[in-house]
């Protein structure tokens, strides 16, 4: 069974550090693109970024809004994914969630599976 | 950025109806259009991937149609585990974006 469990997420005053994980199971996520999309507080959702496959040297993409503050890698013994997030604005509040895209399938990578979500609450 | 717009914003049917949620992308995204189903206080699931192939367990009576910049997401006899927010989003360009969400409400 296919599960992504994300964890680290709290209250941090603006221009702290959070790093959140994903712990993976049911699968191995070098094997597959995974990225984290947001959602701010009785809004909408907001893609962060992307780390691709081992086979694509997990190389990432961000929004706009996170590059040059968030970053994300993985740890294949601990079949984990983080997001490192710096210089936190009030604005990055909201609930993460890490979600697997599946495999090619000639029509792009789509998310095929999200985690639960966690909360990060950036205030003073 | 490639923006998404769904409409309406919210609508109000009965378990049984039919309805139709409609999705336009600001550019042509091809088929790389995918819908989403939340229900307050949990996390999306996906239903639909390729503007119209749907992911494994989803119930058949879900359904997607379009390519190029108009889509549409019909669900073709409302059960009553079905009124929650659906979102689309594109996966044709960086940065990934999602509709404004389409809120799906008991008459």
């Known amino acids: 069974e296919v599960q992504l469990v994300e964890s680290g997420g709290g209250l941090v005053q603006p221009g702290g550090s959070l790093r959140l994980s994903c712990a993976v199971s049911?699968?191995?996520?070098?094997?597959?693109?995974m990225d984290w999309v947001r959602q701010a507080p009785g809004k909408g959702l907001e893609w962060v970024g992307r780390i691709r496959d081992k086979g694509h040297s997990y190389t990432t993409e961000y929004a706009a809004s996170v590059k040059g503050r968030f970053t994300i890698s993985g740890d294949e013994s601990k079949n984990s994914v983080y997001l490192q997030m710096n210089s936190l604005k009030t604005e990055d509040t909201g609930v993460y969630y890490c979600?697997?895209?599946?495999?090619?399938?000639?029509?792009?990578?789509?998310?095929?599976?999200w985690g639960q979500g966690i909360l990060v609450t950036v205030s003073s | 950025d490639i923006q998404m717009t769904q409409s309406p914003s919210s609508l109000f049917a009965s378990v049984g109806d039919r309805v139709t949620i409609t999705c336009r992308a600001s550019h042509d995204i091809s088929n790389f259009l995918a819908w989403h189903q939340q229900k307050p206080g949990k996390a999306p699931r996906s239903l639909i991937y390729g503007g119209s192939s749907l992911l494994s367990g989803v119930p058949s009576r879900f359904s997607g149609s379009g390519s190029g910049t108009d889509f549409t997401l019909t669900i073709s006899s409302l059960q009553p585990e079905d009124f929650a927010t659906y979102f689309c989003q594109q996966y044709y360009s960086y940065p990934l974006t999602f509709g404004q969400g389409t809120r799906l409400e008991v008459k």
């Open positions: 049911g699968f191995t996520f070098s094997d597959h693109y």
């Open positions: 979600v697997r895209l599946g495999l090619w399938t000639g029509s792009g990578y789509h998310i095929d599976y």
